[in-house]
Every structure is written in C-alpha cells, then in structure tokens.
C-alpha cells in the first residue's frame, strides 16, 4: 500500500502566498510523477501543477508564473508553492502520486484526501 501525508493548506487574502506539501510512504519501488489538482465548489477537478521523476512539468495556463512545483525523489516529497494567490485559486487540493510498485512493472496512481486552501479577496 503507498499512503500519502499533505500539508499546508489554509486560508490567505489574495495576493498571499501559500505552500502545499504531500510525502509518500509504503511499498514504492520509484516514483514516476507527483502533481497537484484542485477542485472548486460546483466544478470538475483540474490539474493544478504536475512534476515527473524527471523533473519536467506541467502547469494549468491560470497558475504559470504564480506556481512553483519542485519533487524530491529521495524524500517521495512534491511542492508547490503558491504566490500572487487570486480567490480563484480557492478549492480543495488534491497530492496525486504515480509509483512503480515494487517487484512489477505495474504503476499504481494514488490520490490523497485533500487540503482545503482559501482565498479571500
């Protein structure tokens, strides 16, 4: 089993800066990509910021130039700092990690159970 732990989720007026944590544990062999989405009242989850072992990224166009990513694979630990925060930005927040477990060639995708982050205008 891979659990997930995210952190750093709160409420902030816009403009503020907020930073989400999320570390996995269990059985992983590596992992293969660690990203964020988030989802708002009355609207479908998005992606917000995704991060490969890689490193390459992928950002949602509403966050490029106001979100940060960054991984470390030898913690299991995804970041994403948040800056300039608009009440748009406002929405639960969702760690979502993809492993290779070990002993296979399978990939797992774990979701954790979200961090509300408010923005008040």
């Known amino acids: 089993q891979v659990q997930l732990v995210e952190s750093g989720g709160g409420s902030v007026q816009a403009g503020g800066s907020l930073e989400l944590s999320c570390t996995a544990s269990?059985?992983?062999?590596?992992?293969?990509?660690m990203g964020w989405y988030r989802q708002a009242p009355g609207r479908q989850r998005e992606l917000v910021a995704r991060?490969?072992?890689?490193?390459?990224?992928n950002y949602a166009d509403s966050v490029k130039g106001r979100f940060t990513i960054s991984i470390d694979t030898g913690k299991k630990t995804v970041s994403v700092q948040m800056h300039s925060l608009k009440p748009e930005d406002t929405g639960v927040y969702y760690c979502?990690?993809?492993?290779?477990?070990?002993?296979?060639?399978?990939?797992?995708?774990?979701w954790g159970q979200g961090t509300l982050v408010t923005v008040s205008s």
């Open positions: 979502n990690v993809v492993v290779t477990i070990p002993e296979s060639s399978r990939y797992l995708e774990v």
């Open positions: 269990g059985s992983i062999a590596s992992i293969n990509a």
């Open positions: 991060i490969a072992s890689d490193s390459d990224t």
